[in-house]
């Protein structure tokens, strides 16, 4: 069975395309089909994983406008990872798709074709709540999975982040629902850090993973070469950490 989950948060820097990159390598490492989809124009998904944005032909922009019969995969052979790539020309598509049929369910539509080839599938959204994240939202078979920065400013996007997964539940997708919620850049020397912990628990009571993302030079280094902390920094915290969120997902998940 494919598992398609949604990484989203509005507000930008708190881990989501790193998240989506390295929880993607590590399932791949522990022996899962997976695909990696760029839906953010930035592309940052994309360079992360050593694909030049220029240079894409055909990615999650044709699999939107429906150019394409088939959306454009690229594999790395390194990796065992799948990736539909984006490029700057997918920040147009909010506004070619305005005037289109059901352009809420275009990517839900476009990753068909794909499904039964990967056992996980990892949207990665903007840092935003427009029309290209419904579109990502509405694709989540499986649900979605938030990364929250510990930090204070991280919680304020939550109540507004909560009331579109609530609208395009109600308006979309019924069985919409929240996977689970992933704490990065955490720093343990910081009180402030160890209560947004507390707050994000008890906003979301069962639903955030015990796998914490800490803080790392070497996470950050990573998308500079175009690699996952896998292979970049395999040996550092965040490497680790990565890898039992891999391992936490799964067994949630019923995966053996």
Do not use: W
Not at 6 to 33: C, E, H, M, P
Not at 105 to 118: G, H, I, S, W
Not at 172 to 192: A, C, E, H, Q, Y
Not at 208 to 217: A, E, Y
């Amino acid at each position: 069975m494919t598992r398609i989950y949604t990484l989203v948060n509005q507000k930008g820097g708190v881990g989501k395309t790193t998240t989506a990159i390295n929880l993607g390598a590590y399932l791949a490492q522990l022996g899962q089909r997976v695909l990696v989809v760029d839906l953010d124009p930035q592309a940052n998904a994309t360079s992360c994983l050593g694909v030049d944005k220029s240079t894409v032909s055909g990615g999650t922009y044709e699999a939107l406008l429906g150019s394409a019969a088939m959306p454009f995969v690229l594999l790395n052979e390194r990796l065992k990872l799948a990736l539909l790539p984006s490029s700057p020309s997918l920040a147009g598509a909010e506004v070619e798709l305005v005037e289109e049929l059901a352009r809420e369910t275009r990517l839900k539509k476009a990753l068909q074709p794909l499904v039964d080839r990967y056992d996980y599938i990892l949207i990665d959204c903007p840092p935003s709540l427009g029309l290209l994240t419904v579109n990502g939202l509405v694709a989540a078979k499986n649900g979605v999975l938030v990364p929250v920065q510990c930090e204070y400013l991280a919680l304020e996007g939550l109540g507004q982040l909560t009331q579109t997964i609530q609208r395009v539940r109600s308006l979309l997708f019924p069985d919409l629902k929240v996977r689970g919620v992933i704490l990065t850049m955490f720093d343990p020397r910081t009180n402030l850090a160890t209560d947004v912990v507390k707050e994000v628990n008890k906003h979301f009571p069962n639903q955030v993973f015990k796998s914490v993302v800490p803080r790392s030079i070497r996470l950050a280094e990573a998308p500079s070469y175009g690699l996952p902390i896998s292979v970049y920094a395999p040996s550092s915290v965040g490497a680790q950490a990565y890898e039992l969120l891999a391992k936490e997902l799964l067994k949630g998940d019923g995966v053996k």
